[in-house]
C-alpha cells in the first residue's frame, strides 16, 4: 500500500510489538501532516489483531473487515462533517467504546486522527482513561507538533516519530504517471516527503493535475498585482472557514519552497513560463526565507474563531511588489 511507503524503522519495532502482542496502552505518533501516520497507526491496530501467521496477513477475517473500516474493536475520532474540533461528548462515547471488552480481538483500539482537533476541556476528558486504562486498550493519537497535546496527555504516551518520506521513495510514484514536467516539478516540491498527501493529488484527474500548476502560477502572478488585484484574488476561497485558511497558507508555504527548488537551473523543468525566471530573478533567497517565517508564524498563530481572510490578506499584502 502507498501509505506505508517508508517509515521502515518505525513500522519494524511496531511489528515486534504486534508478534509479542505487547503494545503500550497510549502511542503519540509525531511528525509532519500528511506523511503516512494515520496509515501507520491502522497497519499497526491490523498487525495487532490479525489471526492469520503472518502479521498482517490481509486474509484472515479481522483484516478484512479492518480493511472495510467496519471492525467493532476499532474506533477512528476525529471532527464530525462541517467541523473543526472534536467535542467532549465525541471524547466521552469515544471512551464508553474503548472500557468495553473487546468483541473479536485480544485488544481494543481508538486512533485520534489530529491532537490539535482535541480542546483542553476534550483533553481533559481523555486523561483518565490514560491514567487507568483497560488492560486490553490501546490509543494512538496522531500530532504534528507536541505543542498540540497537554503535556499531562503527553507524559503517558510512548512518543513515536514520523519524518518526511526521501525522494527515493516518492519520486517513482511520480515518474508512473507521465505528467508534464512542470507538474512533476510542482508534485515533487509542492508535497515533498509528504506521502499521504502526494497519493491524493496523483488519484485526482488530468483536470485537477492542471488545476494545481495553474493554482501556483496564480499565486506567482500576484506579486505584480496591486493591493486590489491581490484582495480579487483572495475573494472567492472560503477563507471564513479555519481549515481553508490553514490549506491556503500551507500551500503558499510549499510554493515558495518550489520557487528555491527553481533557482537550480539544471533542475527547472523544459516547460517553464518565462515569468517564473524573472520572478526568482526578483524575489531574493533572503526575501523568499522572511515570507516562507512569516507564512509559518501565521500559521502557528491561526486558531479557530479568527478572521481568517483578514489574517490571509494582510499576509498577502506583505508580499514585495514585484514586476514579472
Known amino acids: 500500500m502507498t501509505e ?14 504486534a508478534v509479542a502482542q505487547s503494545p503500550a496502552h497510549a502511542y503519540l505518533f509525531l511528525g509532519p501532516a500528511a506523511v503516512g501516520k494515520y496509515g501507520v497507526a491502522r497497519w499497526f491496530v491490523q498487525s495487532l489483531l490479525c489471526t492469520g501467521e503472518a502479521r498482517p496477513c490481509g486474509v484472515c477475517k479481522s483484516c478484512r473487515t479492518l480493511a472495510d473500516a467496519n471492525h467493532p474493536d476499532l474506533q477512528v475520532l476525529q471532527p464530525l462533517d462541517g ?3 472534536i467535542a467532549v461528548e465525541q471524547v466521552r ?9 473487546p468483541y473479536a480481538g485480544a485488544f481494543k483500539a481508538l486512533i ?3 491532537g490539535r482537533h482535541l480542546g483542553t476541556e476534550a483533553q481533559n476528558a481523555l486523561l483518565k ?17 507536541e505543542e498540540d497535546v497537554l503535556e499531562t496527555i503527553l507524559s503517558r504516551c510512548q512518543t513515536v516519530r514520523f519524518g518526511l518520506l526521501s ?3 516518492i519520486l517513482p510514484l511520480i515518474a508512473a504517471r507521465e505528467l508534464p514536467p512542470l ?5 515533487k516540491h509542492r508535497y515533498g516527503g509528504r506521502i499521504g498527501a502526494l497519493t491524493a493529488a496523483l488519484a485526482e484527474t488530468e483536470t485537477g493535475s492542471a488545476t494545481r500548476t495553474e493554482a501556483f502560477l496564480g499565486w506567482a502572478r500576484q506579486f505584480a498585482e496591486a493591493p486590489h488585484g491581490r484582495l480579487r484574488y483572495l475573494a472567492g476561497m472560503g ?3 479555519y481549515e481553508p485558511a490553514r490549506a491556503l497558507l500551507a500551500d503558499w508555504i510549499a510554493y515558495l519552497k518550489v520557487l528555491n527548488a527553481l533557482r537550480d537551473a539544471s533542475a527547472a523543468p523544459p516547460d517553464l513560463p518565462d515569468s517564473l525566471p524573472r520572478l526568482m530573478r526578483a524575489l531574493s533567497v533572503r526575501d523568499n526565507m522572511r515570507l516562507t517565517a512569516d507564512l509559518l508564524q501565521l500559521q502557528s498563530e491561526l486558531k479557530p474563531g479568527m478572521n481568517y481572510l483578514l489574517q490571509v490578506e494582510q499576509a498577502l499584502l506583505s508580499f514585495p511588489m514585484i514586476e514579472v
Open 93 to 101: 462515547t469515544a471512551i464508553s467504546f474503548f472500557n468495553t471488552r
Open 112 to 114: 485520534i486522527r489530529d
Open 129 to 145: 482513561t490514560l491514567e487507568e486504562p483497560p488492560p486490553f486498550g490501546l490509543i494512538l493519537m496522531l500530532a504534528e507538533r
Open 4 to 17: 506505508l511507503l517508508g517509515h521502515d524503522h518505525v513500522k519494524q519495532h511496531l511489528a515486534r510489538i
Open 167 to 169: 525522494d527515493t521513495e
Open 183 to 187: 507538474e512533476a516539478f510542482l508534485l
Open 83 to 85: 467541523k473543526t474540533t
Open 239 to 241: 477563507l471564513s472557514e
